[in-house]
T-cell receptor
């Protein structure tokens, strides 16, 4: 079936660096995508979303890029902080929300 | 922002007993809520869609008689794990949309850690 997957399971960065987390999706008909952050023992927290009629959307310190040609989604975090350490999931929203495998982001002080 | 609350946050029960988990939307009404399960180091897997005033819709492979869902009001859905076994130990998370339309994000509760001994 259709799936949403991530390229890398772990990412380690230095505090202050920019982080890029990637996600590939396989359903070309998907028209809405969401990035979530999940801290240990907690539920996912909404970060940012993007609709398929856009290729870029910016929030506070975060940017999501959507490349529909190659079915790729990325989350960029600027000036990564220790509090950004968490697992990040991309999700494809079509009738039901389908999560990718997640990337564990570790920020080193 | 939209708040979804779950209770309890953790529960330990003996094998064979039943456990009820509550999910409430605190500042909005939700005709639909979603129940997910997450095993350690894994992603979230949708179990079922809870519909206010009607039967829940279960994903393939999820036993509806084992995971009973009741959505009796616009702000409350419950998941009851019946005759729990150790393999049911997991992190259960509910979610809901604060507004209608599939192009709006789901808001999640903080999950319930179930341990079956």
């Amino acid at each position: 079936g259709e799936s949403v997957g991530l390229h890398l399971p772990t990412l380690s960065v230095q505090e202050g660096d920019n982080s890029i987390i990637n996600c590939a999706y396989s359903n070309s008909a998907s028209d809405y995508f969401i990035w979530y952050k999940q801290e240990s023992g907690k539920g996912p927290q909404f970060i940012i979303d993007i609709r398929s009629n856009m290729d870029k959307r910016q929030g506070q310190r975060v940017t999501v890029l959507l490349n529909k040609t190659v079915k790729h989604l990325s989350l960029q975090i600027a000036a990564t902080q220790p509090g950004d350490s968490a697992v990040y999931f991309c999700a494809e929203n079509m009738r039901r929300l389908t999560f990718g495998e997640g990337t564990q982001l570790t920020v080193n002080p | 922002g939209a708040v979804v609350s779950q209770h309890p946050s953790w529960v330990i029960c003996k094998s064979g007993t039943s456990v009820k988990i509550e999910c409430r939307s605190l500042d909005f009404q939700a005709t639909t809520m979603f129940w997910y399960r997450q095993f350690p180091k894994q992603s979230l897997m949708l179990m079922a869609t809870s519909n206010e005033g009607s039967k829940a819709t279960y994903e393939q492979g999820v036993e509806k008689d084992k995971f009973l869902i009741n959505h009796a009001s616009l702000t409350l859905s419950t998941l009851t794990v019946t005759s729990a076994h150790p393999e049911d130990s997991s992190f259960y998370i509910c979610s809901a949309r604060a507004r209608t339309g599939e192009d709006s994000p789901l808001h999640f509760g903080n999950g319930t850690r179930l341990t079956v001994t």
